[in-house]
């Protein structure tokens, strides 16, 4: 849940902001976001714990059951973020608002019993589970939101493109509504049996792939809000301008005002269609495949062996 603090700024021509985005206008969206709308657009620091981390935890126990019968298993989880600054370009500075960190887990479970019947006959049985999941974590739950502004460079500004230059804030627009997350199960049934010169291999194995893949775009909202000229229906508490010819002082005047009127140059939002839900729009699916196989390799003599095989496979979607 965003706070109402308002943040503090790294200072204007740091490596933060060398794009004419002048501390003004930062400081301005801010404070019109906190009193405004009461949410917090965030600052140049980094947010308290954020780090690229990956952690690992392995176990593996193996039991021999007797001389005949053996038996192991195997657990494995690993654990992944990665932090995301992204908003920054040669015409754009973002604010940690817009920042995610991308969580991973993977996590797999794997037991195996493995058995001699006899000196002839053996067998094999395997099962296995994996889990793998992606979702970003991201620091504000909002729409996304661009102040656009261009034309005259601010006294004092660093850099000098005159081409839109942005101040991005609120959450990044492709991740409103991302996930991934897959769920795969195996399993096999072996056996291998030995007649004089023959080895008969054959067995049965089953896989199951559940997926759920979601990437919808601003779901929440995307605004951008940036200078337009004055017209009859389109006027400013400051009185009349012209957005191409007027000071950077002035555009950026025109732009906090509609941020706070709410006055957008233009809002997207992707919806459901009336009745259904978001969920509808992701990938939702299963994989199985489940197949059959059998094979002999004949020992002719010390010099030549024959194989012959045939495997029967049977896919699902």
Not at 7 to 18: D, E, M, R, W
Not at 109 to 123: L, Y
Not at 229 to 236: D, E, F, I, L, V
């Amino acid at each position: 849940k965003s706070t109402k603090a308002v943040p503090v700024f790294g200072p204007l021509g740091s490596a933060f902001n060398n794009v004419n985005v002048t501390q003004s206008a930062i400081e301005g969206a801010a404070q019109i976001a906190t009193s405004r709308y009461g949410f917090n657009v965030g600052s140049f620091q980094i947010p308290d714990g954020t780090k690229l981390s990956v952690r690992d935890a392995l176990l593996k126990l193996d039991w021999n059951i007797n001389d005949s019968h053996r038996a192991s298993l195997r657990y494995s989880k690993i654990n992944q973020s990665e932090p995301f600054y992204n908003g920054f370009s040669a015409t754009g500075v973002s604010l940690s608002s817009n920042w995610f960190v991308q969580g991973k887990r993977v996590e797999s479970t794997v037991a195996q019993w493995f058995a001699d019947w006899t000196d002839t006959f053996s067998t094999e049985v395997k099962l296995s589970k994996r889990d793998f999941v992606s979702i970003p974590v991201n620091n504000a739950r909002l729409p996304a939101i661009g102040l656009q502004f261009t034309g005259a460079l601010p006294t004092n500004g660093v850099g000098t493109s005159t081409a839109n230059r942005f101040l991005n804030f609120g959450t990044e627009n492709s991740r409103h509504f991302n996930a991934l997350d897959t769920e795969t199960y195996d399993s096999y049934v072996g056996g291998n049996l030995i007649l004089k010169d023959h080895e008969v291999k054959f067995g049965w194995d089953n896989s199951r792939n559940r997926i759920f893949n979601a990437f919808l775009q601003n779901t929440l909202g995307n605004y951008t809000f940036a200078c337009v000229n004055s017209s009859a229906t389109y006027t400013y508490s400051f009185g009349p301008i012209t957005c191409g010819t007027a000071t950077a002082a002035a555009v950026e005047a025109a732009v906090l005002e509609n941020f706070r009127i709410g006055r957008p140059l233009n809002y997207q939002v992707q919806l459901p269609a009336v009745g259904g839900v978001l969920e509808s729009g992701a990938g939702k699916w299963t994989l199985q495949n489940t197949g059959f196989f059998v094979q002999d390799t004949w020992t002719v003599n010390n010099n030549l062996s024959l194989v012959a095989g045939v495997r029967l496979d049977r896919p699902a979607v």
